[in-house]
Structure formats: structure tokens, C-alpha cells
């Protein structure tokens, strides 16, 4: 009476999911267990997001490459999976697996990189919110020029908080917006709202250009003297320089967007170990020091103690 | 400046015109220098915060609105205690651990083992009316102390319950698209049989059925039914006109 495809797996009616979050809920045994569910556990302000690079089934040299950079210049925030991993994340169902290694690892933005003949030196950028795909964007590499291409990319330190900067018109339709916030995702974290001026090392620029593909580059800021207190900003390119062509996407449901974009209410953190001394009304803090080696301490030698030439 | 947005929230900046087919390389290094320097003095003119580290500046929050790695945390929901206590208006205020022991010359726990007041340290104690013949007073305060414990327990694991019940609820994403989806495959799996139906019960079927859009049986029409009634229709039209 009623021929219908029923689902051949559980995660196509969502039942893997489920059995994903119970498996989170589950109380932990151990305490190392405990620590570990608190530090993946979610958190008021949020440190910068995790980046996962996966190696897909078949990649070519240029894609291993692209991915390197990449992961170099978001490293201390970056895990590189060593093994091949067949994921194909536009296919029905494909997400699931990516679902999965985002959470073991972590890391809630993704690179998966694959080279095939329908669509060779492929890479596809995404984010997840609560280990649940958000948006993905597949671009394909047109042109590559890495690191050690420049001369200034030996300059380039651990590059932790690098300005953005956009230039074309990223705002006229949907796809190109949120691929703008992607980008600025990735490079950009919020976690403490302050800034050391003589840390301004390099600027992630990304263009958009007439023919609708996405050039990358990395500046390194060179700072020099004015006649007023505003310096002068000198750019030297120091790679890696790649220029991506748009190929499909695939952008968050509304309500999905809408939940993660949720801001929480303003709170004033308490300052831990500080007390402040009503009569002075000065603050004053409480640190550890942990142990001293004494036995290591290097100590300016006395002279009064030494034994003087002259004297038996 | 002309077509360059800053948000210095989010260390950004970006020059909105779009590039057009026409701009060398040098026009494009010059628009990014220009913005970028544009960010930059932006930073340079935030107040100074703090004396000591001169180059240190606050950010502003930023406009931008970047989508969070994982859902907010839900506030941890208040114990029984905890709820009577603020309806009292009852605050935790720190005391002593120990104190001066007149008797014994010595400084001793409030509380626990070798307590200043340990009732069950006693070696003598008063006549308590109450007591039935043959119970013994110092019984009676380990079976108190073992209540006491137990209680306790409870309370805790009553605690433990409804906090849980919070999490859990917060948990589960809403994803309506696949809730329906779900709804969908339940309610086909319930009246599905491995005959198709064909040696099922149909009326029970049938009213199963009845919420399922799209997948009802369609009518079989004989042949001469349907003949007579298009013709019906056509000479409907052609009497129009």
C-alpha cells in the first residue's frame, strides 16, 4: 500500500545525534574524565574557535600545500588530521562524519581539502555551531604561491592576532556576505577585548574580484614615524597568496543562524584572589608562587669570603 | 574616508567599493594600504587604559556579529536550600574551624572528630525521662547521627535529579526541518507492514492514516466514468462561449 524508501541508516532519521548527546551527558567516571568534559563544556566568552584540516580521499600537491599554510597561520588554534579521510560533505548525509571528528578534536572550523577530476584542487571551508553544521563554502584553488615564495615570510612570527581586511563589494548578495564573516571567523578572536599597539604584525587581506573569485594574501605591517603621533602603515606581502573560485555552498537555516548569533547577557566577571582594602581603597591581590629550587639558585659569588692572594 | 568601513571591535576593516576589471596590482596594494592604515589610526586614537603598559588599548564591542562555537551555558539551577535561603535572605558568612577549649587547654574543631562539643564523647550522661526502659541513651544518639546522614543523602541526590533535568533540557538543538522530517518517518513506519498492507487490518489503518498528507490512495476511476465526464466538462466550456 505504501512503497516508500524507508531510511537504510540511523543518522538519516537523526538517530545517531541522539545517541552523540547522550553520550555527552553520560556522567563522567574519572576526574581526568570530569576535566575533560569542563574544558569542552560551553563557556560565557568563548576562546577562539579550533581549526580541523582534513586531508580528504585523493588531494593533490597544491591542495597539501594550501592546507598547510593555512593551518600555519592559525596555529596554536589549529589540528591537523594525518590520515586520508573519504568525506564528502555536500552528499546527503556526508556531514556526519565531520560532525564527529569536529567534536573528538574540538574544533568547531573546518578545512577539508580534495583534488578530483570533476572538481580538481577543491577545498571546502566551514563552521559548525554545537558540533552541527552551520555553513560550508567550496572553493577551488586557481592559483597558489606559498610561504616560501617571499622573502618577508621568514619576519612572520606566530601570527596571533592579525587585523582583517576586506576590499570589494562582499555585501551585495548573501553568499559573499557570509562568506566575509567566515573568513573573519577564522582569523579573528574576541576572547579579550584588548590590543597591544606594538603587536600590529600582519593583516589577512581578501579581496573579491569583478570575476567573482576570492584572492587571499597576508601583509606583514610595517609601522614608521609621522610628523603627528598617527604613523605611517607600509605593507609587505609575505604570503602564502592563493586565489579561490566561488563553487557550491551551502548557507545556515535561519534559525540555526539565529540561535548561534545569540549574544549572552552582559557579565561582570569576578577578579579572582583580589580583595579591596576598605580603609585605603586600594585592590590587592593574592598569587602563588610555587616552589623555589634553592639548591639551583644562581648566586653572585662573595668576595669578602674569598681568600685574597696576598694573605695565608 | 571615502568607502572604507572599520570595525574595531573585530581588528577589521574593509573598502567596499567593488574592484573593478580595470585596477592594476598598484591600485589594489594602495587601496589595501589605505585601508589598513585607516584601521590602524583608528587604534592609535583609543584612549590610553592603564599607565604601566602604555601600548595597551581597550576594543570597543564589535559590530560585527560572529556566530559562537557552542550554545550559551544555562545557569546552574538553585538547590532547595539555596532557594529557601534567598527567600529568607539567610548569606553564607565565613566562621572559625576552631576554637579555645577552656577545659582542656587546647585549641578544637567546631565540628567532626575530636569536636569541641562531641555528645558521643561523653562518658556519663543525665537521666532522660523520655528514654524507654532498657534503650540506651547513647544508642539513641548513633541511630540520630545515622538518620541525620541519610537524610542528607537524600536531599543531595534530590538536588542532583532536578539539575540534571535542567541540562538535559537544554541540550537538544532545535532543528525544526528535521524534527518534521522525523515526525514524517514515524508516522509512515506506523502503519507500514511487510505486506504492504495487504493483509493488514484497514480500517485501523485508515484512521492512523488519516493525519499523513500526500501519501493517500488515490481513487480508481472505470473507464467510461472518466470519458463522460470530461465530455461533461467540454460542453460546459463550449455552452461559455
Redesign the interface.
Given at each position: 500500500m505504501i512503497c516508500i524508501n524507508k531510511p537504510k541508516f540511523a543518522w538519516e532519521i537523526g538517530l545517531a545525534r541522539m545517541s552523540e548527546e547522550e553520550e555527552q551527558r553520560r556522567a563522567p567516571k574519572t576526574r581526568k574524565g570530569k576535566k575533560y568534559l569542563e574544558s569542552t563544556a560551553p563557556q560565557w566568552e568563548e576562546p577562539p574557535k579550533g581549526l580541523l584540516v582534513i586531508h580528504g580521499h585523493q588531494t593533490s600537491q597544491v591542495v597539501k600545500n594550501v592546507l598547510g599554510d593555512v593551518a600555519r597561520l592559525k596555529k596554536p588554534y589549529c589540528r591537523q588530521l594525518r590520515k586520508k579521510n573519504n568525506i564528502l560533505p555536500f552528499e546527503a548525509g556526508g556531514e556526519a562524519s565531520l560532525e564527529f571528528l569536529c567534536r573528538k578534536n574540538d574544533c568547531s572550523l573546518f578545512i577539508l581539502g580534495n583534488h578530483t577530476k570533476k572538481r580538481p584542487n577543491n577545498v571546502i571551508l566551514g563552521r559548525l555551531f554545537d558540533f552541527h553544521l552551520l555553513d560550508m563554502f567550496e572553493l577551488g584553488i586557481v592559483e597558489h604561491k606559498g610561504f616560501e615564495e617571499f622573502e618577508m615570510a621568514k619576519q612572520l612570527q606566530s601570527p596571533m592576532k592579525p587585523l582583517v581586511c576586506f576590499i570589494g563589494d562582499f555585501e551585495s548578495d548573501e553568499t559573499c556576505r557570509k562568506l566575509k564573516n567566515l573568513f573573519l571567523d577564522f582569523f579573528h578572536d574576541f576572547e579579550d577585548h584588548q590590543v597591544s599597539l606594538d603587536q600590529l604584525e600582519n593583516v589577512i587581506v581578501v579581496t573579491l574580484s569583478h570575476d567573482r573569485t576570492i584572492s587571499f594574501q597576508n601583509f606583514i605591517v610595517q609601522l614608521r614615524k609621522s610628523d603627528n603621533y598617527l604613523p605611517k602603515v607600509a605593507l609587505e606581502e609575505a604570503g602564502p597568496r592563493i586565489r579561490f573560485s566561488i563553487r557550491r555552498t551551502r548557507l545556515a537555516t535561519e534559525d540555526l543562524w539565529k540561535q548561534a548569533t545569540k549574544r549572552p547577557k552582559q557579565r561582570t566577571k569576578k577578579e579572582k584572589n583580589i580583595t579591596v582594602q576598605p580603609l585605603l581603597g586600594r585592590k590587592v591581590g593574592r598569587i602563588h608562587v610555587g616552589k623555589q629550587k634553592l639548591d639551583k639558585l644562581v648566586i653572585k659569588k662573595q668576595r669578602a669570603l674569598k681568600r685574597s692572594k696576598g694573605r695565608v | 574616508m571615502d568607502g572604507v568601513e572599520v570595525d574595531l571591535?573585530?581588528?577589521?576593516?574593509?573598502?567596499?567599493?567593488?574592484?573593478?576589471?580595470e585596477e592594476t596590482e598598484e591600485d589594489?596594494?594602495e587601496?589595501?594600504?589605505r585601508?589598513?592604515?585607516f584601521?590602524?589610526?583608528g587604534?592609535?586614537?583609543l584612549p590610553e587604559?592603564n599607565s604601566e603598559?602604555k601600548?595597551?588599548?581597550?576594543?570597543?564591542?564589535?559590530t560585527?556579529?560572529?556566530?559562537?562555537?557552542?550554545?550559551?551555558?544555562k545557569e546552574k539551577p538553585l538547590t532547595k536550600w539555596q532557594k529557601f535561603a534567598k527567600s529568607r535572605g539567610i548569606k553564607k558568612r565565613k566562621r572559625d574551624k576552631f576554637t579555645w577549649d577552656e577545659a582542656r587547654g587546647e585549641f578544637r574543631p567546631i565540628h567532626g572528630y575530636r569536636s569541641i562539643n562531641d555528645e558521643r564523647d561523653q562518658a556519663v550522661m543525665p537521666h532522660d525521662p523520655s528514654l524507654a526502659p532498657g534503650e540506651s541513651p547513647f544508642d539513641r544518639l548513633k541511630e540520630g547521627k545515622r538518620k541525620r546522614i541519610e537524610n542528607n543523602r537524600k536531599n543531595q541526590e534530590r538536588n542532583k535529579r532536578t539539575l540534571s533535568k535542567g541540562?538535559?533540557s537544554a541540550?537538544?538543538?532545535?532543528?525544526?526541518?528535521?524534527s518534521k522530517?522525523?515526525d514524517k518517518?514515524a508516522k509512515?513506519?506506523a502503519?507500514?507492514t511487510s505486506s504492504?498492507?495487504?493483509h493488514g487490518e484497514k480500517n485501523e489503518?485508515k484512521s492512523k492514516n488519516s493525519s499523513v498528507k500526500g501519501?493517500r490512495?488515490k481513487k480508481i476511476i472505470p473507464v467510461g466514468a472518466e470519458r463522460e465526464r470530461t465530455f461533461r466538462a467540454v460542453n460546459d466550456v463550449l455552452k461559455n462561449i
Open positions: - | 571591535g573585530s581588528l577589521s576593516c574593509a573598502d567596499v567599493r567593488p574592484v573593478l576589471q589594489l596594494n587601496r589595501i594600504r585601508a589598513v592604515e584601521l590602524v589610526h587604534l592609535f586614537t587604559q603598559r601600548s595597551l588599548r581597550e576594543l570597543p564591542t564589535a560585527t556579529v560572529v556566530p559562537r562555537a557552542k550554545p550559551i551555558p541540562q538535559i541540550l537538544p538543538l532545535k532543528n525544526e526541518a528535521r522530517y522525523l518517518y509512515v513506519a502503519i507500514s504492504l498492507g495487504k489503518v501519501i490512495k
